[in-house]
């Protein structure tokens, strides 16, 4: 498996800008956007400025979520944490969450304290970092 360190910067450029406009691609396609490469990771170089930052985001990449803002609620009030995505490229698929639940796990397990972080296989992908990726 590759290790690559990328900056929020980067992986926004990689994988594209949204103009706010209704976009149709394939779902595989969407992966490939969203998430890159196959079966990769990569982390943020910077580090999250909370130390439970992470925890508020993880659970949201464990089922199919659009890409959406998630905050902190330890936090009072509740800080901002991260923009996150998941999905999956069948999401009738019954393997949808296991492949999620093994894609939070990587990232879990190789960018612990990342303030962005990604993993996809052709299946799914899981993403979250500070820049806003999701569009308008």
């Known amino acids: 498996m590759a290790t690559v360190m990328m900056s929020s910067l980067i992986l926004t450029m990689i994988n594209g800008c949204f ?4 976009i149709i691609i394939s779902a595989e396609a969407a992966l490939d956007t969203m ?3 196959s079966n990769e990771w ?3 170089p ?3 400025d909370s130390p439970g930052a992470q925890n508020a985001v993880l659970p949201d990449l464990k089922s199919p979520t659009p890409c959406k803002r998630v905050y902190d609620n330890d936090i009072k ?3 901002f944490a991260a923009y996150v995505y998941s999905s ?3 999401k ?3 393997n949808c969450g296991d492949c999620l639940n093994r894609a939070t796990e990587v990232i879990y397990n190789n960018c612990p304290v990342n303030d962005g972080a990604q993993y996809g296989t052709e299946e799914c992908c899981a993403r979250y970092e500070l820049t806003n990726f ?3």
Do not use: Q
Request: net charge negative; hydrophobic share 25%.
């Open 46 to 48: 910077n580090k999250f």
């Open 77 to 79: 009030p509740p800080k």
């Open 42 to 44: 990569f982390c943020s």
């Open 35 to 37: 998430c890159g490469a």
């Open 134 to 136: 999701c569009g308008a």
């Open 92 to 94: 009738n698929d019954p």
């Open 88 to 90: 999956c490229a069948d």
């Open 19 to 22: 103009d706010g406009g209704v």
